[in-house]
């Protein structure tokens, strides 16, 4: 079967794990042992816990009924999660800081059972019941007002216990209260907790936010709202925070009133809503990462269209009376965008201007539209005649798999002055043939040839997939001029390829894709490639090693479900080289 031995080197740099435990940590282990053995309990102990050290004990899923009596006074962390624990009476641990009863069927805490625990600083009381009994486990909870990090996840709260539950809590740093039954929250909600730095209260039913919420919260930096009810932020205002989570919710539109100030906000996901327009953000923040998969955005016939569409619903919203001013527009050029997903949208033409207004963008996600084609649609400011250039100035990953695409204007591919990756997996897109010297232009009739993508543009491109494109003819020269490191051309079945199809690129590819091309060892012609590394050959009908390979140093080569005769053959014909020792086949038959 699969020799899938292709990675050779770093392996042998791990020893083995069992082997390089510490001389002092086992001599440890083994007086506790010897210890525990003379003591009282000590078959209960050794069947029942796993000692970590004097300060920790874990009593993780040991069908515990009860906490355990007679626990040492000393410890720091305790560990009763995963048990069937029904109520909690007072615990006296002194020095306790952490202590986790997840996953119990808590639902009565009697009310002073937190009272001695003046050291916890860390309480787990995630998957409980902890909306019955209401009167005593709020008591119990208001009593701690020393924690920083508190889960109340999934214990069917509502909007009412919930706030119960917060108070006395000034110094809570986290928060975490995901699948609970919230619906509406309120300014008193975080009223007694107001030092929260990440609050996460995903996967409820959240459908209001009241003013003032959040905005009282410094030092809030992180807030997910994942999986709610929300429709529509009609106007952010929390300028603290950096880390803003709405996905899967039923938004339909984002908007920030204009001001001048500066919000801290780096990372917005907006994933999974229905936003039909791009979202009007803060016109000075600190975006660097923003979230926009799976929603309706492109589903207006025209850029202008959802241009004007947002900019009407931002003055509508903050009824404000001039129209004319492009909100959208303004604030989108002052965002330093690094990241942009839009996969899974409803474009069917290429948002160009408002794309090109994000002059740090580097990765751009266009994957699952359905663009059929990038036409140069740019409103032209004066009837010069000639089309105006707009570029992507710092663009170096672009997806666009799946879009149907055919063609690509040659005015889009000179805007991509630094693209380094393009990913074009799932498209119709043909290569042009280049007919032109090493060193001139690709010509006039190449680049307004709507049949063909003229990659020879993209200088700085390193890495293309092309996979699955219906790619007839691998034309000569179809990469000339370009860096490619890496080029994958695997399923699409039927193409033919030019002899000269790598000319240019010889010297720089470093890795090749042609699997699942159907093809033959006739229809194989490979030219010396003397920097390839990486070869999948796999699932195609060869019968015999192109005999050019030996100019390349191959680390690894892929040519399972061929048509090799025998193992010994294809090794045979590749023998001749050097480099072929370096060789790891996979599965040759
Ligand atoms: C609380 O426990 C649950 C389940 O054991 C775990 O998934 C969660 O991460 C814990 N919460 C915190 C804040 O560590
Ligand atoms: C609030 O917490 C402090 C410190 O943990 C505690 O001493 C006090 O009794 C608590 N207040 C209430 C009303 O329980
Ligand atoms: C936002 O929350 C969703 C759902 O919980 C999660 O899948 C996603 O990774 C989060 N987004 C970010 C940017 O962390
Ligand atoms: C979009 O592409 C980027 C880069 O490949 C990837 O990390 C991200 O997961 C993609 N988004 C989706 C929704 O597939
Ligand atoms: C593969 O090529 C052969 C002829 O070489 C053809 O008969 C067959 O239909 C092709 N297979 C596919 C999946 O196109
Ligand atoms: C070669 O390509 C096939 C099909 O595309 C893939 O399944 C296989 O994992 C690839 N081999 C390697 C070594 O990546």
């Given at each position: 079967m699969a020799i899938r031995g292709c990675v050779s080197s770093g392996a042998s740099q791990f020893t083995n794990s069992r082997c390089s435990s510490k001389p002092e940590t086992m001599v440890r282990h083994l007086l506790l042992n010897l210890l525990l053995l003379f003591s009282h309990n000590c078959d209960i102990f050794i069947d029942a816990v796993k000692i970590e050290d004097l300060e920790e004990q874990t009593w993780n899923n040991h069908s515990l009924h009860s906490v355990p009596q007679d626990l040492d006074t000393r410890l720091k962390r305790l560990d009763l999660s995963?048990?069937?624990?029904r109520q909690l009476q007072t615990l006296a641990l002194p020095y306790l800081e952490q202590l986790d009863l997840s996953s119990n069927q808590l639902d009565l805490i009697s009310k002073g059972a937190f009272e001695n625990l003046a050291q916890l600083e860390q309480l787990n009381l995630s998957r409980n019941a902890l909306n019955n009994n209401l009167g005593s486990n709020s008591k119990a909870l208001q009593s701690i007002g020393t924690l920083r990090r508190l889960d109340l996840s999934l214990n069917g709260l509502s909007d009412y216990s919930a706030r119960l539950f917060l108070r006395n809590k000034t110094s809570l740093d986290e928060l975490k209260m995901t699948g609970n039954s919230l619906i509406r929250l309120s300014r008193r909600m975080f009223q007694e907790s107001n030092a929260l730095r990440a609050v996460t209260l995903d996967d409820n039913l959240i459908s209001v936010i009241e003013q003032g919420t959040f905005e009282p919260l410094w030092q809030l930096e992180i807030l997910n709202l994942a999986q709610n009810n929300l429709a529509h932020i009609c106007d952010f205002t929390l300028i603290q925070l950096k880390h803003l989570n709405l996905s899967h919710n039923s938004i339909e539109f984002f908007m920030s009133r204009e001001n001048d100030h500066m919000y801290e906000l780096e990372v917005l996901d907006l994933s999974f809503n229905k936003l039909l327009y791009f979202p009007i953000v803060p016109k000075m923040n600190q975006l660097k990462f923003l979230y926009l998969q799976n929603n309706m955005v492109g589903s207006l016939n025209s850029e202008a269209s959802m241009v004007s569409g947002a900019n009407s619903v931002y003055s509508d919203i903050m009824s404000e009376k001039i129209i004319s001013k492009n909100n959208l527009h303004a604030n989108w050029r002052l965002m330093p965008l690094l990241y942009i997903d839009l996969s899974y949208n409803h474009f069917t033409s290429f948002p160009l201007e408002t794309l090109s207004r994000l002059s740090f963008l580097e990765t751009l996600n266009f994957s699952y539209n359905c663009l059929q084609s990038i036409t140069w649609n740019v409103r032209n400011y004066s009837n010069m005649g000639y089309q105006r250039q707009l570029y992507f100035p710092s663009l170096k990953q672009l997806y666009m798999k799946s879009n149907g695409l055919v063609n690509i204007s040659h005015f889009f591919l000179k805007a991509l002055t630094k693209i380094e990756t393009l990913n074009l997996e799932d498209n119709s897109v043909q290569p042009c043939a280049f007919k032109g010297h090493l060193s001139s232009e690709p010509t006039q009739q190449m680049l307004f040839n709507k049949h063909c993508v003229a990659f020879q543009q993209l200088s700085t491109l390193k890495h293309l997939i092309l996979r699955k494109n219906n790619i007839r003819i691998l034309h000569a020269n179809a990469f000339q001029q370009t860096s490619l490191h890496s080029l994958d051309l695997a399923g699409n079945i039927d193409m033919a390829m030019h002899l000269g199809a790598l000319e240019g690129v010889q010297e720089t590819l470093e890795s090749l894709i042609i699997s699942e091309n159907n093809m033959t060892s006739c229809d194989l012609s490979l030219p010396c490639l003397p920097a390839l590394s990486q070869l999948n050959l796999s699932n195609n009908h060869i019968d015999n090693i192109p005999s050019s390979l030996s100019c390349s140093p191959l680390m690894e080569i892929d040519i399972r479900n061929n048509a090799f005769v025998s193992l010994n053959d294809a090794c045979y014909r590749i023998k001749p080289s050097d480099h072929v020792l370096q060789w790891k086949l996979l599965q040759l038959l």
């Open positions: 995963n048990n069937f624990i």
